[in-house]
């Protein structure tokens, strides 16, 4: 009996003593860098109320929001509206203002001052208003231009739209792809076919499912084994040791087990590609999708035919995601990462639609930068964001206003100077630090 007692009394100082020590590093972990960890596991890293309903684009940012903290996979920055409902300081009567839409690589990602239309701004010496919306595709850009137009009263200079080659397409054909509930943003349709691109759209009950999984498991979904979900989100709300144990391997393939029922073929799997490569697909494999390329052009036509009627300039900027970017990141299987580009350039060009393509300006500075690849992957982008970086965005803001400059879309004192500056500053990105 004596033993059985001292056996447990050891048993609890042992229990006792793994507990004081994990605490113990939770409080250490607490007061440096990685308290990161904690704060993106909070919900849906946008702050509550910081989008709105909007009648014409399912969804907008909400006029004079005040300064919060917005959390993403590799860092933490303040973010606000002005009384546009854009991501900028306030608009003060500029009259040759540019106009910059785009999704979430023209809103930010990245801290405010370093937002690659800021860089746009400083060098050009004209004020650009940064109205990029994150999720938003062709169709709701034009709504967004139309409307910032009308609340300024008069029509931009200049309309620069931020095209996402990831996402655009597939935004435009699920419009409207996401509305607001409750304070937060949530998926409205999906791809419910990939054989025939067949759409399914959430009734109001589902979407208060989608709502209150997220709010239980941390997921859009309910997974194969909520209770253990429901703890593993628990934790991963309330301790960081547990966020950072559960990010490396075997840990995260065993959270993803979970999740999936250990079913890692699942069409669910399968779907989740689907959305990731959707532009990148073969148009031979799957018929629907030349049908949907069509109606995504129409929408870019629609902005060059208003910016011609309105007497307005415009130049689209084509955004490579980071595979197109880095080979190495690549996931297997037959995709065509130049496929976009091929079809966007063939009909801007049909259309005489101004645009710039980033992709092999981009490839070409990684190119002449050498290194290593394992550094390569945060040369330009996030290492677990998809988004630019600081760099990244720096070197898109300086491309975009060497062309600016080049093509006479912008006045400025110094040609020469001004592109020679560039130049110089594009040669010391290279050769710096990583953002």
Not at 221 to 243: C, E, M, S, T, V
Not at 284 to 308: M, Q, T, V
Not at 311 to 319: A, E, F, N, S
Not at 373 to 391: F, M, T, V
Request: proline share 4%; glycine share 8%.
């Amino acid at each position: 009996m004596k033993l059985i007692k001292k056996w447990g009394l050891n048993v609890v100082l042992v229990l006792l003593s793994i507990l004081f020590a994990l605490g113990a590093v939770e409080v250490v972990l607490r007061l440096t860098h990685y308290k990161e960890y904690l704060l993106r596991s909070q919900f849906y890293g946008y702050p509550k109320f910081y989008f709105r309903a909007d009648d014409k684009s399912g969804f907008d940012i909400s006029d004079n929001f005040s300064v919060q903290m917005f959390h993403f996979a590799d860092g933490d920055t303040k973010i606000w509206s002005n009384e546009m409902g854009c991501f900028d300081y306030p608009y003060r009567n500029e009259k040759n203002y540019i106009l910059l839409v785009g999704d979430s690589f023209t809103w930010g990602y990245a801290p405010f001052e370093t937002k690659f239309g800021n860089i746009i701004e400083n060098y050009s010496g004209h004020r650009v208003l940064k109205c990029g919306v994150s999720g938003y595709g062709s169709r709701q850009e034009m709504i967004k231009i139309r409307k910032i137009a009308a609340r300024v009263g008069r029509m931009p200079s200049l309309v620069i739209v931020g095209y996402c080659m990831g996402n655009d397409l597939k935004d435009d054909y699920l419009f409207p792809h996401a509305t607001f509930q409750d304070g937060y943003l949530l998926k409205k349709s999906i791809i419910a076919n990939l054989s025939t691109g067949e759409k399914k759209v959430y009734s109001e009950a589902e979407l208060k499912d989608q709502l209150s999984n997220w709010k239980s498991f941390g997921l859009n979904r309910r997974p194969a084994h909520p209770d253990i979900q429901r703890l593993n989100w628990w934790f991963k709300q309330n301790f960081l040791f547990y966020n950072i144990i559960s990010q490396q391997r075997p840990f995260k393939d065993l959270g993803s087990k979970i999740v999936s029922g250990g079913n890692t073929e699942s069409p669910q799997n399968e779907y989740n590609l689907f959305n990731n490569v959707m532009p990148y697909v073969p148009l031979e494999k799957y018929p629907w999708l030349r049908n949907a390329w069509s109606e995504h052009l129409r929408s870019l036509k629609d902005i060059g035919e208003f910016s011609k009627s309105s007497g307005t300039k415009v130049l689209i900027v084509l955004i490579p995601m980071k595979e197109q970017v880095y080979d190495f990141l690549r996931p297997s299987g037959d995709y065509r990462w130049g496929q976009p580009d091929e079809i966007l350039i063939k009909y801007f060009r049909k259309h005489s639609i101004p645009f710039l393509d980033l992709m092999p300006l981009f490839r070409e500075f990684v190119k002449k930068t050498g290194g290593r690849q394992a550094a390569h992957e945060q040369d330009l982008y996030w290492g677990n964001d998809p988004h630019w970086n600081i760099k990244g965005n720096k070197l898109a803001g300086l491309l975009v206003t060497k062309y600016l400059i080049d093509n006479n879309l912008v006045e400025v004192a110094d040609r020469r100077e001004m592109k020679a500056r560039i130049d110089e500053e594009i040669k010391n990105l290279g050769t710096g630090g990583r953002g």
